[in-house]
């Protein structure tokens, strides 16, 4: 009987040695907190399980284990059948999605842009909607009900379109620096007005939505407007106290501590503007 342990070997590198053996017999890999197995006919992986993780899922899984033990026995075979496809072409995209998946823990960025004619796609401007809302792409599946791998996929097609890049999740790094931006946002937002419950003009918004495509290119209409929903407002019932609201949130969403207040500034002055009129 082979064993092991993973400390010596990739799963990935365990499979193919197996595979090209030409074996046929159970793969079986213990952790301390759960078991998987992996069934091999002539060198040909045809199912694996691993808990309630079964087929494509439970390989998926398995393949990124790297501690544990490993023991391989002869003969052990089930008549289910899961997997058709060549074992080559399986590891091989299994070793794909591996690398797909170390992405779902960055923090997906939008880019300001100077295109004017963008196509997308229906999942590309779901997934678009989403990103000022979380702080890593894996969230983004998760609120959207998706597969991790396919919204990276999309995410993957986004940064092809220049509209957006990852960064390594800082959202508990840096804090001296947040605080510093969040002092900055909270102080412009004490600037007095002279009606905190006037409805504003159409206008304002516009301007308002042009000041943000400065920094997040054209997408800024879609993210303002979702913001406006998000605290239950639209464009044509949202007051001043609102806007104060969504500018705030939209600085939040900008990097560069210099241009979320310089962009909450100018947005402020606006508001002063139409109260005005």
Same mark, same amino acid.
Request: proline share 3%.
């Given at each position: @009987?082979?064993?092991?342990?993973?400390?010596?070997?990739?799963? !990935?590198?365990?499979?193919?040695?197996?595979?090209?053996?030409?074996?046929?017999?159970?793969?079986?890999?213990?952790?301390?907190?759960?078991?998987?197995?992996?069934?091999?006919?002539?060198?040909?992986?045809?199912?694996?399980?691993?808990?309630?993780?079964?087929?494509?899922?439970?390989?998926?899984?398995?393949?990124?284990?790297?501690?544990?033990?490993?023991?391989?026995?002869?003969g052990k075979i089930i008549p289910i059948r899961q997997f058709?496809?060549?074992?080559?072409?399986?590891?091989?995209?299994?070793?794909?999605?591996?690398?797909?998946?170390?992405?779902?823990?960055?923090?997906?960025?939008?880019?300001?842009?100077?295109?004017?004619? !963008?196509?997308?796609?229906?999942?590309?401007?779901?997934v678009i909607v989403e990103i000022p809302k979380v702080s890593?792409?894996?969230?983004?599946?998760?609120?959207?009900?998706?597969?991790?791998?396919?919204?990276?996929?999309?995410?993957?097609?986004?940064?092809?379109?220049?509209?957006?890049?990852?960064?390594?999740?800082?959202?508990?790094?840096?804090?001296?620096?947040?605080?510093?931006?969040?002092?900055?946002?909270?102080?412009? @937002?004490?600037?007095?007005?002279?009606?905190? @419950?006037?409805?504003?003009?159409?206008?304002?918004?516009?301007?308002?939505?042009?000041?943000?495509?400065?920094?997040?290119?054209?997408?800024?209409?879609?993210?303002v407007e979702d913001t406006l929903h998000s605290i239950g407002?639209?464009?044509?019932?949202?007051?001043?106290?609102?806007?104060?609201?969504? !500018?705030?949130?939209?600085?939040?969403?900008?990097?560069?501590?210099?241009?979320?207040?310089?962009?909450?500034?100018?947005?402020?002055?606006?508001?002063?503007?139409?109260?005005?009129?």
């Amino acid at each position: @009987m082979l064993k092991g342990n993973l400390r010596e070997t990739s799963v !990935i590198s365990l499979l193919k040695l197996l595979s090209k053996a030409g074996v046929t017999g159970k793969l079986t890999l213990e952790t301390p907190t759960s078991e998987a197995q992996v069934f091999f006919e002539q060198g040909k992986i045809i199912a694996a399980f691993l808990e309630d993780a079964k087929g494509y899922q439970a390989l998926l899984i398995v393949s990124k284990l790297e501690e544990g033990n490993f023991s391989f026995e002869e003969g052990k075979i089930i008549p289910i059948r899961q997997f058709e496809e060549d074992t080559e072409e399986l590891l091989n995209k299994i070793e794909e999605d591996i690398q797909i998946l170390k992405f779902t823990s960055m923090k997906p960025i939008l880019k300001p842009t100077d295109t004017e004619k !963008i196509e997308l796609t229906a999942d590309e401007w779901n997934v678009i909607v989403e990103i000022p809302k979380v702080s890593n792409v894996s969230q983004i599946a998760s609120r959207l009900g998706k597969d991790e791998i396919e919204v990276t996929k999309i995410i993957k097609a986004l940064i092809d379109k220049k509209l957006v890049e990852l960064k390594e999740d800082i959202s508990s790094n840096n804090l001296t620096e947040a605080s510093s931006i969040e002092e900055s946002l909270d102080t412009l @937002m004490e600037i007095p007005t002279s009606s905190e @419950m006037r409805n504003l003009k159409e206008g304002f918004w516009k301007e308002l939505i042009k000041e943000f495509a400065k920094i997040k290119g054209p997408i800024a209409e879609a993210i303002v407007e979702d913001t406006l929903h998000s605290i239950g407002k639209n464009f044509s019932n949202a007051t001043t106290e609102d806007a104060k609201k969504v !500018i705030k949130l939209l600085s939040e969403e900008i990097e560069d501590e210099s241009k979320a207040v310089n962009f909450q500034k100018n947005a402020m002055e606006m508001v002063q503007k139409y109260e005005q009129e």
